[in-house]
């Protein structure tokens, strides 16, 4: 049992030291943490819609990717509607520039899944957005094309992806 906490603490610290942010971070991992955190609330509200408030800064991890870039898992802390701390952690997949290419749920404290609702409203967008194309084509017209760039994004995180990046 010794050994194995033993054991468990060197990994630990071995993980702290290669991950967390502090010390000799590559400067694409700097850039995307930097974006996250100076767009954390809407992260949030994008994530959890009726979430009241972040409690605490977001936290972050790095790990380099065999194929080039990082993934930077950053975790947020936030009170939701009734008040209850709550916490999701997000994967963000980093190219070797700092351009965040998709994010991905690790972990969350809530029962409905972190951008769940966001992708509901997607789905309600989408169907307009078809409805706007269809009737176009059945009137000879060009389909709008802020309704065809709608129907590209796959998931509400391709939204946030593209506010991410923006800067």
Request: proline share 4%; hydrophobic share 40%; net charge negative.
């Amino acid at each position: 049992m010794r050994v194995l906490t033993s054991t468990l603490a060197l990994i630990t610290i071995l993980f702290a030291a290669n991950g967390a942010l502090g010390g000799d971070v590559p400067e694409a991992v700097t850039k995307a943490h930097a974006a996250v955190q100076k767009n954390a609330d809407a992260i949030l509200k994008f994530a959890y819609p009726t979430a009241k408030e972040m409690t605490d800064a977001t936290s972050a991890t790095y790990h380099e990717r065999l194929g080039g870039g990082f993934t930077l898992d950053e975790k947020f802390n936030y009170a939701d509607s009734d008040g209850d701390r709550q916490s999701f952690t997000l994967r963000f997949k980093v190219d070797d520039n700092g351009v965040v290419t998709s994010i991905s749920e690790q972990q969350r404290s809530e029962i409905w899944p972190t951008f769940g609702t966001g992708n509901l409203l997607l789905a309600a967008v989408k169907s307009s957005a078809q409805d706007k194309i269809d009737e176009a084509r059945r009137n000879d017209q060009p389909p709008p094309q802020a309704a065809l760039l709608i129907l590209k994004a796959d998931d509400i995180t391709d939204v946030v992806v593209i506010i991410l990046n923006r800067d």
